[in-house]
């Protein structure tokens, strides 16, 4: 495997609104960087065309990285469409509230006696921005009311218009290219320079032309030609002539328990059937076995790697590749009287090859470019492949095949690799760990002392870092980032450790621990004996399969037979507990035995333990895990105690559910920018629904348990029904960027919410908690027509903590009525741990000393610079405003901490081009925390370490 350097191409974000008004209006759009393409395959390839420009931008250097750089590039925007483009007299009042805004800015300046550097430097700016947008507002004010370009757009019309239109920035004209690799469920998509796409996309299409207006399988051609430009860690050269390609093989079999099956009613509506097994007719699954995997030679690619799996991209292929000793496998198996050298074995089009030469063994389900092979027939059908006899469709499945390997690239990219988790509760705790997440914890059947029993290691845990300060040291040592302070307090631990009885270390830790108990409430419980496993489905069956040596007729596992796994994370004969995220139902716990194999140990000696061999024949392996594959897929497994005492306790309790929602005929679109704008739209609804559903099922499945405790089992029962609806509905929503589904998600999705509603007004009538007022009012209500404007959502306690945006104000419904959503507590996992965790200390009682005790009492006051402590102190509210803000923006991890590393960096520099002594420093700490009145900036310290440590650290003794 070949290292990359892995640097992506920064470049513009904007919103789509902007994209339109600025090409279509004139209005002006910043140039804002933080869009990322990532180190890929088509970079690498847009690297090779002249045309193409990105420029290096030098950053400052670290001790750790002392060269610094990133690529920049203007020729490729990503655009988002989360906001609507505004109507001509919306967009008066916009101008005239944001000049009416700037005003107010400025005069709180000038009615200043004195200002300083900054403030001086902000007046001007504000100026020059009150002085363009009242010119701009005047221009904006002689626009015909009439004009068309200037009437409301919806999100939707404006991806209908850019995909046909595109627009004009800088002069350059840029066009509609392909999704965003990593954010095409929120509906983002690239844009490129007008005259780059027509080579970028022959490349990426393999030459592939489609007819206009012609119907296809649009949404897998957006889905696909889209692989190459996955982010990468690395490439590896791969001789397509090295690859065996086989049929994929499908296990059918009869249910041997009552199963759930979830269909289209007559009336278009989802319901639940419940099917048992019979004599005649049983209900049949079928699962494909070996769905996105493909073995890779040990020796080849794995040997002297800490590492034995690849997920593997190139055109339109994209594979889950595990470490497989197939040479060695290759010899075993040569038939008698055959000399390995000179034996053959067949590829599923008959094209022979040398057994000597395989080394890579895949099938069709990895290769998405054969689902475009009737563009090799006469007549490039896409609808009437399908009638043709299956000797012309195979024809043409090799023709795209042999093009495949003709026009692929021989490098293909690695996204990524297993990796053993990061997860302790200390530094030298061996066994694996791993948190459990809201939906996991809130599907077992546990009740309080049940609860207590799983939370344990984590209440020890709390205990130890609320009473051992070198264990609360050691996590902020762990857990230290950009993005928070824990670096100073370390530090001034370590100088002295009489600094954690300060008043400024107990409130730090008091304020740390509690959001660490926030963390806990979201269901984050560590647990050992539990880590992320990356399956892998029947490699022995897939190797016989690939020479000729397995039936397909009788369909019967070779290895592990049953519920049986091999892994060498856990001891074999130990009992597993597995879950696939997103996690629903009860159901959805896949209960297996980890199994030794005396084949597998021999073919796959070396794999890793964050591989999971599983068993895909005559189970439902796939559909407990909500319908998942073999490209990658992982399940978190555990042999904690605590947590298979749960699982065991509710086995059999509840049925599996098996989807049997059916996909839509895939030629629904046509090839045209409109249609595509249709088909993406639809997929940025699914971004949005992933997480509402997940929360719908969490708060159904909450109810369940409720009423079952309660006694009362039949509305328990009929909740249930809608919980089995939501396992069917998330499995079509995570699917939604490659396939579409018979079935109206977002009318099923507020029918299960009203459903849901009618058993919450009823949980009301008999109080949850008697503490608690479950209606609870907005202001001051007097009479009673006011009080029927007010509705109050009850949900679980634990909700609090788990939902994305949660409503602190009251909203209006679409009756305009106020709506409070109120927090109780429901008999349900997660919110007896909410109590658990509310029974836990936060501080423990120690003396305290004044901070300036571990001050150094001969740095002098009267010496700090009076004329540069203002604009430290206005620095350190710069710095604590933007890190507020960025918090509450509720980011993805990676997009926060890259912001808040961008931005340290920014105030770092800043702070370094000053010359600051020690006893302004001084100064500024004794003022904020030995002050009362003075607003503390533990991050404005924090910066200060770093930019000044030896001026720093003579502050304190």
């Not at 701009?136 to 218009?161: C, F, H, Q």
């Not at 249709?678 to 997480?691: N, P, Q, T, W, Y």
């Not at 993805?892 to 302004?920: C, G, V, Y």
Request: proline share 2%.
């Amino acid at each position: 495997m070949e290292q990359t350097e892995n640097k992506g191409i920064h470049i513009r974000t904007i919103q789509a609104s902007k994209a339109f008004e600025h090409s279509e209006r004139g209005e002006y759009v910043k140039a804002d960087y933080t869009g990322m393409m990532p180190y890929s395959l088509l970079s690498m390839k847009l690297d090779t065309i002249r045309e193409f420009k990105k420029r290096t931008v030098i950053l400052e250097g670290t001790k750790k990285n002392p060269i610094n750089y990133k690529y920049l590039s203007d020729d490729i925007i990503n655009v988002k469409f989360d906001n609507k483009s505004l109507s001509l007299e919306d967009t008066k009042e916009k101008f005239k509230k944001d000049i009416e805004n700037l005003k107010k800015s400025i005069t709180k300046l000038k009615i200043k006696e004195k200002l300083d550097d900054e403030e001086v430097k902000l007046l001007k700016r504000l100026l020059s921005i009150l002085e363009r947008k009242e010119e701009r507002l005047a221009e904006i004010n002689g626009v015909p009311t009439d004009n068309e370009e200037w009437k409301e757009m919806s999100t939707g019309a404006l991806r209908t218009y850019l995909y046909e239109e595109g627009f004009k920035l800088d002069g350059i004209e840029f066009v509609q290219f392909a999704r965003s690799s990593s954010k095409s469920r929120k509906g983002e998509v690239l844009f490129i320079k007008e005259t780059l796409l027509e080579p970028i996309q022959k490349w990426t299409r393999l030459g592939f032309e489609f007819e206009e207006d012609a119907p296809l399988d649009l949404v897998s051609l957006r889905a696909y030609e889209s692989l190459i430009s996955s982010g990468i860690q690395s490439t590896v050269n791969i001789d397509v002539n090295s690859i065996l390609l086989v049929e994929d093989l499908q296990s059918t079999f009869e249910i041997k328990n009552p199963i759930k099956v979830i269909r289209k009613g007559a009336d278009g509506k989802l319901k639940v059937d419940i099917e048992k097994p019979k004599e005649k007719d049983t209900f049949t699954i079928t699962n494909d076995i070996f769905d996105g995997e493909s073995l890779m030679d040990y020796k080849t690619f794995f040997e002297g790697k800490d590492y034995s799996f690849m997920l593997l991209r190139n055109h339109m292929f994209k594979s889950a590749g595990f470490s497989f000793d197939i040479q060695q496998f290759m010899r075993d198996n040569c038939p008698e009287g055959i000399e390995f050298e000179k034996w053959k074995v067949k590829d599923m089009y008959g094209k022979s090859i040398l057994a000597k030469d395989v080394r890579i063994i895949t099938t069709p389900n990895s290769c998405k470019f054969i689902k475009f092979a009737y563009l090799m027939t006469e007549n490039k059908s896409y609808t009437g492949f399908k009638k043709l006899p299956l000797k012309e469709q195979k024809k043409a499945e090799k023709a795209i095949y042999n093009i495949w390997k003709k026009k692929a690239s021989k490098i293909f990219g690695v996204c990524k690799y297993e990796k053993e988790s990061i997860h302790t509760f200390d530094n030298d705790f061996e066994d694996s760990v791993h948190r459990l997440s809201y939906q996991i914890v809130n599907t077992l059947i546990a009740d309080e002392n049940g609860m207590k029993e799983l939370a344990q290691e984590e209440v020890d845990y709390i205990a130890k870092l609320n009473t051992d300060n070198e264990a609360f040291i050691a996590y902020l040592e762990r857990t230290s980032n950009d993005n928070n302070s824990n670096n100073l307090y370390v530090e001034l631990y370590r100088h002295n450790e009489e600094f954690q009885n300060t008043n400024m270390f107990k409130d730090f830790k008091y304020t740390t621990l509690n959001s660490y108990k926030k963390k806990i409430k979201r269901g984050s419980i560590h647990i050992s004996g539990a880590d992320y496993s990356i399956m892998c489905s029947n490699p022995m069956e897939l190797a016989k399969w690939s020479i000729g040596q397995f039936d397909n007729k009788n369909v019967e596992a070779i290895a592990l037979k049953g519920d049986r796994v091999y892994t060498k994370l856990f001891p074999f004969g130990d009992e597993i507990s597995a879950f696939r995220n997103p996690h629903t139902s009860t159901s959805s716990i896949y209960s297996c035995t980890n199994t030794y194999n005396n084949l597998i140990y021999k073919y796959m000696e070396n794999i890793s333990k964050n591989l999971i061999i599983v068993n895909a024949i005559g189970t439902t392996l796939q559909e407990q895990c909500g319908g998942a594959d073999f490209d990658s897929d992982s399940l978190l497994i555990s042999n904690n105690k605590a947590l298979l005492q749960l699982t065991n306790d509710s086995e059999g309790m509840y049925s599996t559910v098996v989807s049997g929602i059916t996909q839509k005929q895939a030629n629904s679109y046509t090839y045209s920018p409109k249609a595509m704008a249709r088909a993406d739209e639809k997929i940025s609804i699914s971004g949005r629904l992933i997480g509402e559903v997940a929360n719908l099922g969490q708060l159904a499945f909450s109810i369940h348990q409720h009423l079952k405790i309660e006694g009362k089992v039949k509305k328990a029962n009929k909740v249930l029904a809608q919980v089995d609806k939501i396992c069917s509905l998330q499995t079509c929503v995570i699917d939604m960027a490659k396939k579409e589904f018979d079935v109206k998600i977002q009318s099923e999705i507020s029918s299960i919410r009203n459903e849901l509603n009618k058993y919450i007004q009823e949980l009301k009538k008999f109080k949850l908690n008697k503490n608690v007022i479950h209606i609870k009012y907005i202001g001051k209500i007097s009479t009673k027509s006011k009080l029927r404007q007010v509705i109050s959502i009850t949900k679980p306690k634990f909700f609090e903590y788990v939902e994305a945006k949660k409503i602190t104000k009251e909203r209006k419904s679409k009756r305009n009525r106020k709506v409070k959503v109120v927090y109780d507590y429901f008999n349900t996992p997660m919110d007896y741990l909410q109590k658990i965790i509310d029974d836990t200390k936060s501080t423990t009682s120690t003396r305290t000393i004044e901070l300036k005790k571990i001050m150094n009492p001969e740095i002098k006051r009267s010496e700090a610079n009076r004329n540069q402590l203002p604009e430290l102190k206005a620095l350190a509210k710069e710095v604590d405003s933007y890190f507020i803000e960025l918090n509450l923006k509720n980011l993805e991890k990676d997009e926060l901490m890259s912001n808040a590393s961008k931005a340290t960096a920014k105030f770092k520099k800043k702070l370094s081009k000053l010359k600051i002594n020690a006893e302004t420093i001084y100064v500024l700490i004794d003022d904020m925390y030995n002050n009362k009145k003075t607003e503390k900036s533990s991050k404005m310290v924090n910066l200060l370490l770093y930019t000044h440590r030896d001026e720093f650290c003579k502050v304190f003794l």
